[in-house]
């Protein structure tokens, strides 16, 4: 049975989740964060311990709700997942609130900026993503394929460009040329 901490925790980062993809590091203070969590600001540091300890958590959480979409896919559509997670992604989840986007398109420019910690915490949780995302095969080395890291930069980034553009029609072309791109590849 999880403990009322245990969830008042999780409903905490659920809306620091939203707070940060929607505002940001930089444009979400711990008085804002806690704010729309429904709690203190004393609460927030009890469950945090520090504005980056809640982002590091919020990353960490992001990288993995992507890795859980990734498993989901390619246990439901077994060797069509790419194509059809593609889609989802670049369609449903491009168009989707920027508060309720994925961690990997609207936090990785935060994390650039972030500490050594964060940073280490975002890698380890791509790697494992990534690991994931190429239905761990990886390569004699040890190192995730080549191919996975391509594919995986330009799903991501093509929803970014296609979120930061004005035009719709703009936006429909980049992630258009995407999807045949990995299409292609598949």
């Known amino acids: 049975m999880v403990s009322k901490k245990e969830l008042t ?3 905490i980062l659920a809306s620091i989740h939203k707070t940060f993809r929607q505002h940001g590091y930089d444009g979400a203070g711990v008085n804002g964060l806690a704010n ?3 709690v203190t600001s004393g609460a927030f540091y009890a469950h945090f311990g520090s504005k980056s300890g809640a982002f590091r958590e919020t990353v960490t959480e992001g990288v993995r709700q ?3 979409a990734i498993s989901h896919f390619q246990s439901i559509h077994g060797d069509k997942w790419l194509e059809q997670f593609t889609q989802f ?3 449903e989840k491009r168009r989707s609130e920027l508060s309720e986007s994925c961690a990997l398109q609207s936090l990785t420019p935060e994390v650039i900026r972030s500490d050594d910690e964060t ?3 975002f ?3 791509l790697l494992k993503a990534a690991e994931i995302f190429s239905n761990g095969n990886e390569s004699i080395e040890g190192n995730v394929d080549p191919n996975t890291w391509a594919t ?3 799903i991501i980034g093509g929803v970014t460009l296609a979120r930061a553009v004005k ?3 703009l936006a429909d072309e980049i992630t258009n040329a995407v999807q045949q791109s990995v299409k292609s590849k598949s």
């Open 152 to 154: 995986l930069s330009m």
């Open 89 to 91: 992604y670049l369609g």
């Open 9 to 11: 925790h999780q409903r």
């Open 167 to 169: 035009d719709p029609a």
């Open 119 to 121: 940073r280490t915490v």
């Open 36 to 38: 729309e969590a429904g």
């Open 123 to 125: 890698q380890r949780e």
């Open 66 to 68: 992507f890795s859980a």
